[in-house]
């Protein structure tokens, strides 16, 4: 079953090609994304990635954690269940 990743200290330079490239290295991605600013088209410095397992998932945690992609150490989490939120303002 497919295990999402949550991805946070991107660098400005980091696409979600290059997400997923670099966790590829620890199995198959299903899905990356870097989430970006709806007016600039910026990163927002964060992502997720969807690994095809959970042991997958676990290995890039402890593989990619804290290691650097463009310039900046990751931090990598298993991504929390979407939850209801009420509509931004």
Do not use: W
């Not at 997720?48 to 931090?75: P, R, Y």
């Amino acid at each position: 079953m497919p295990s999402k990743l949550y991805v946070s200290n991107l660098s400005q330079s980091t696409t979600s090609d290059t997400l997923g490239a670099h966790f590829a290295q620890c199995g198959k991605v299903m899905s990356a994304a870097v989430l970006t600013e709806k007016d600039t088209g910026r990163s927002r410095g964060f992502g997720f990635v969807e690994m095809s397992s959970e042991a997958e998932a676990q290995g890039a945690i402890t593989t990619l954690d804290q290691k650097d992609l463009d310039g900046n150490s990751l931090t990598v989490k298993m991504a929390k269940p979407r939850t209801d939120r009420a509509p931004r303002l």
